[in-house]
């Protein structure tokens, strides 16, 4: 008999209501909810992952027993065992390392996929007296954005574009790629005849319906967002009431903007200065506005600095917490949060001192954490979670170096760092290096090909949701688990929670996790809104939290001044530049005019791909057949100026490296400047090194760089939207 379950996907940032069909625990399909509150566009009628559910659960190449390595590190040898032998031993081998090297010489690195039930993987850490050196796509992606907004205006709107928006600006984003919901809600806006700004040098869909586009030099968008709030306060567009009553260092902005006519930001980001100006004044006039900020600013040295001016802007023209502009809606009043659900056990300062990357980037670390959820404490009823991460380039380097202190044992949990993450080359050095290296995946991915033991987990079909964004998202959505994670002998996958829980258990910490499972702990967290997670799927399933508007009325903004603070006193006492500022990022024609007589283009990379998730997705054949290669665009000029024709391979260099990608002609990118695909790898290429299943050959994380040194001093973020390269015609593509 078929039944119809209800579920939430997280394949990508859509978290699509789906209905999920299952006859006798078997998965038959799954497909849109129609009746779901929050809908996406396109709709995931249309979606292709979703169409391979089952193509994807049932997979021969699925991880679906826990693995230990039979031969040595990467020799593709691997043998099934069970849970218990699997769990014990890893316990075991993490007890070693504590044993031999201290309890600082345990790491993590987690991916994008993975974030909701976090905070009870690092409570295991902090009972372990691990000072959280975790490390994950989160130094580029969330983290940067989130703690920079919750510095300066005490909350993280996450994206909050409504039908009722007047003006989005798309901030090196693509929504209409990488945020189905979002670009449901500018859709609507856009119909109702909101504007659009697009700042991004690719002229991306978006940018090509834009009522206005800056197409700027890569790496330059501090410039142009300071130019934008010279224009606006030259030309007196902000709104005074707003910036005299609530902003913070209004007298202090004005003398630094001064510094960034558009004249001047123009010839830095080569975007004409009327542009800018356009840009501002569109921006002034059409309130309220939101922005939407992506990766290509958060995945660039300088992103801290461009999100510092991005809430500038919205504060200068009181788009703050007003319904269609930036709504900082924060946590639901009542449900608990998943930090709320960590049993308190104190970070020890001392601890936490040691944690790599603190010393130096000290923003993110526990330094600015402390600071910055202290004022929000005093204003939100409850908190998002915010991690406290380590600097992931230091850490690799701490595997490898021993400095500041060894660190020996890797857990990685939804994450394929070794095509993921920049300096491919050192990345993989270290993780061959670690004495034990655990990988919670679905697949043997080339980073798993790297472990000492892969542990098959349970994908959203075969587990409770519950989703909240860590308390930042403005929806609840909940769904259950549609087909059994477990059954015997053909496939055993368990939920994170649950590989978490038995560790602790073997650390003799299982009074720290109460509940036996994932819905208990989902119970839990409901029970103050009266629910159990069952109730909740069958009742309510999807919930907005939203609609409360300029809260800071009655409890101020929750930063130290409890103001917008346009200049950051976080920042000041951290002893970084409170206003921002633009500097040259590390590898330019202008910061390495000689390097680019070899180098002479401009790489950017990692624009989404609609039906890929990152790494994911490349075995699934119904999927790869629509993008079977991977891409790199180059504009026609260029091409024919260096013999490479519409679909020829080429070489893409940098001093670190070269791999090799399709060319695909594109005239929405200026001359010099050329965008390659991010995630590749061939699953169908055999695992053992040294092909690693083709990590080598077009995963174009080999040509980027992570040196601390090219990091954002805030932040740590490595730039993964700048280098300078060179293109060249592949004579054949031949492969090993
Ligand atoms: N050059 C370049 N590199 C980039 C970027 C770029 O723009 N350019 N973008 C960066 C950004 S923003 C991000 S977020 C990172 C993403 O980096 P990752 O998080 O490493 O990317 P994914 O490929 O999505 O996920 C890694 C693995 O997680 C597994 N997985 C998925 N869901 C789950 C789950 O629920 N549990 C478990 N245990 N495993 C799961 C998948 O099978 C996959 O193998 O990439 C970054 N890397
Ligand atoms: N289908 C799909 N959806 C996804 C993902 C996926 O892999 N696949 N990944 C998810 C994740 S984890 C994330 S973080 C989001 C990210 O999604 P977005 O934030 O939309 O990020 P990207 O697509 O990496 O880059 C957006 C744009 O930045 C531009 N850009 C490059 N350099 C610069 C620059 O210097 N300045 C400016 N202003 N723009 C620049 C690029 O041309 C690109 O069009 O997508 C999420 N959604
Ligand atoms: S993969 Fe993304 S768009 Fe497709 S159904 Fe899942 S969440 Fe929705
Ligand atoms: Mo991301």
Known sequence: MVEVKKSVCNWCKGECGVLVHVNNGRLVKATNDPDFP????????????????????????????????????????????????????????MKKVIRQYGPEALSFTLGTAYKQENPLMTRLFTLLNNPLNFASATNVCFWPRSMVANAIVGMFPHFSVRPSTKCIVSLGAEPLVSRPTTAEQMRQAIKNGAK??????????????????????????????????????EEGLYDREFVERWCHGFEELKQRAR??????????????AETIQEAARVYAANRPGAMIEG????????????????????????????????????????????KELEPRVDFKPEVLA??????????????????????????????????????????????????????????????????????????????????????????????????????????????????????????????????????????????????????????????????????????ARLKPIGYTHRNYVDKVRCEWKGGHYKKYEKTGFATPTGKAELYSTIMDKLDYDPLPHYQESAETKVSQPELAKEYPYVLITGGRIRQYYHSDFRQIDSVRKVHPDPLV????????????????????????????????????????????????????????????????????????????????????????????????????????
């Open 38 to 93: 929050e809908q996406t566009w396109p709709r995931s009628t249309a979606c292709l992952r979703l169409k391979a559910a089952r193509e994807f659960f049932y997979h021969l190449d699925r991880v679906n027993f826990p693995l230990k390595r039979a031969g040595e590190k990467g020799e593709g040898k691997w043998r099934a065992i069970s849970w218990e032998q699997a769990l014990d031993e890893i316990a075991e081998g």
């Open 196 to 233: 659009h700004i697009v700042i991004d040098p690719r002229r991306t869909y978006s940018a090509s319906k834009a009522d206005v586009w800056l197409q700027l030099r890569p790496g330059t968008d501090a410039a142009v967002l300071m130019g934008m709030v010279n224009v606006i306060i």
């Open 295 to 338: 990766m290509g600013i958060e995945e660039l040295t300088s992103n801290a600095e461009v999100l510092h001016a991005r809430w500038i802007l919205a504060a200068l023209v009181g788009n703050l917490d007003v319904e269609g502009g930036e709504e900082l809606t924060g946590p639901h009043p009542t449900m608990l949060t998943m």
């Open 354 to 523: 040691k944690q790599i990357g603190a010393d130096r980037f000290k923003f993110l670390a526990i330094h600015g954490q402390r600071m910055i959820s202290s004022n929000m404490g005093r204003v939100w009823p409850r908190l998002p979670w915010q991690g406290i991460i380590a600097h992931g380039p230091s850490m690799w380097r701490a595997v490898l170096t021993g400095n500041p202190y060894p660190v020996r044992a890797t857990i990685t949990i939804g994450n394929n760092p070794l095509v993921t993450l920049p300096n491919t080359k050192l990345v993989y050095k270290a993780l061959k290096s670690l004495d034990l290296f655990v990988v919670i995946d679905y697949w043997r991915t080339p980073s798993a090909e790297l472990a000492d033991y892969i542990l098959p987990s349970a994908c959203w079909l075969e587990r409770p949701m519950l989703w909240d964004f860590q308390g930042y998202d403005r929806w609840i959505k909940a769904g259950e688990a549609a087909v059994p994670s477990s059954v015997p002998g053909l496939y055993e996958h368990k939920n994170e929670y649950e590989i978490w829980r038995e560790l602790a258990i073997r650390f003799g910490y299982g009074d720290y996790y109460p509940w036996k499972t994932l819905e208990e702990l989902f119970d």
């Open 633 to 736: 665009q180059i504009n026609p000029q260029t091409a024919a100026k260096l013999g490479i024709a519409d679909g020829d391979w080429v070489w893409i260099e940098t001093k670190r490296g070269r791999v090799r990608q399709k060319a695909e002609l594109f005239d929405g990118l200026k001359p010099d400047v050329v965008h390659a695909e991010h995630g590749w790898w061939y699953p169908e290429l055999p695992g053992e090194e040294p092909w690693l299943h083709g990590v080598w050959e077009s995963n174009i994380n080999v040509c980027l760089d992570d040196d601390p040194e090219v990091c954002n001093s805030l932040t740590g973020a490595y730039p993964l939207k700048t280098a300078l390269c060179r293109i060249y015609r592949a004579k054949s593509y031949a492969r090993p």
């Open 259 to 272: 510094e960034y006519p558009p004249e001047k930001a123009a010839a830095i980001s080569d975007v004409p």
